[in-house]
């Protein structure tokens, strides 16, 4: 396994593992908790050392299960987790950064994490109720009473990411992006540049569809996020089809894995860059980190890039509620 710097000198896995599917958004959740624990060592096993979790996954299921599969081997690899959101009665209700939640959430998550460090912490989305200048200096105060680590954010804009970086470095800024999700490109991947962060994509593999795993024909349950995704309605798929089909093709003349491709292309974009794919599985976890013995020329990225652009894609990444709450 290749790895990749993040800002601030944090060495991590080329590909990481984003582990929020294992307890939620993803159709049923499995039961077998031991089998999703062996996946996470068999990651280990693999090369990866970036793992990423969140209170609000499950909630609070999916740092326990993190917690337990790695305390192992705790000290090879790098945890990252998130605060920013309200839970009451297990739900996420609205977003809270104020200092003193902040600061709830940070040893909750370490005593879930089975851990004396929070290496990467994010804030989840940005809090218009709080400046993020208080949030920044308020994880800036927990690297120095040594509870974390890291200091990143999630879906931020290019704007707050710079006035947060000013008052507490910024290691990296985590976002949806994949050759079907491209928003980062024109400000927040030229910020991070200029300034020295590090980019992790979550669903780097577009929530499964550029696998080649989910087709027209593809039924989702009512507890896959992907029901409420207008991106992955039914018009929308057929529209999409034509970018699959096209890094299928890639994918047959490198004989790799659609999949493989797609990480590929991400690797090439930026140094600093780790994507965090997802998975229950230990075969699909094989071809993941096998995207990183993939090699892409020159030519065939420019390929990528200019099918992306011809064909477009249809239909938001999110419901219109959610995407009130990213790019702030």
Known sequence: MHTRTLGQGLEVSAI????????????????????????????????????????VYGPYVNEELVGEAL???????????????QIED??????????EQIRRVADASLRRLRSEVIDLLY????????????????VGELIAEGKVRHFGLSE?????????????????????????TRDPEPEVL??????????????????GFLTGTVNTA??????DIRATIPRFDAVN??????????????????????????????????????????????????ENTGATQVALSADDIADLNAAAATIGVHGNRYGDHHMNLVGR
């Open 237 to 286: 798929r057929i529209a999409n089809q034509a970018l699959l089909d096209h890094v299928t093709a890639l994918a047959q003349a490198r004989d790799a894995a659609p999949g493989q491709i797609a990480l590929a292309w991400l690797l090439a974009q930026y140094q600093q860059i780790s994507p965090i794919p997802g998975t229950r599985r230990h075969e699909r976890l094989e």
């Open 218 to 223: 593809t039924e989702f349950t009512s507890a």
């Open 123 to 138: 804030q989840h989305r940005v809090d218009r109720e709080v400046p993020i200048e208080e949030v920044a200096g308020t």
């Open 90 to 99: 297990g739900k996420p209700v609205g977003l809270n950064s104020r200092p």
């Open 71 to 85: 305390a192992p081997v705790r000290g090879q690899i790098v945890i990252a987790t998130k605060f920013g959101w």
């Open 190 to 207: 030229p910020a991070c540049r200029e300034l020295g962060i590090g980019f992790v994509p979550f669903s780097p593999l577009g929530k």
């Open 156 to 180: 931020a804009a290019a704007a707050t990411i710079r006035r947060a970086h000013a008052v507490c470095p910024v290691t990296a800024v985590q976002s949806e992006y994949s050759l079907w």
């Open 16 to 55: 990481g593992f984003g582990a929020m599917g294992m307890s939620q958004s993803y159709g049923p959740n499995p039961g077998n908790r031991p089998a999703m624990i062996t996946v996470l060592r068999d990651a280990v096993d693999l090369g990866v050392t970036l793992f990423d979790t969140a209170e």
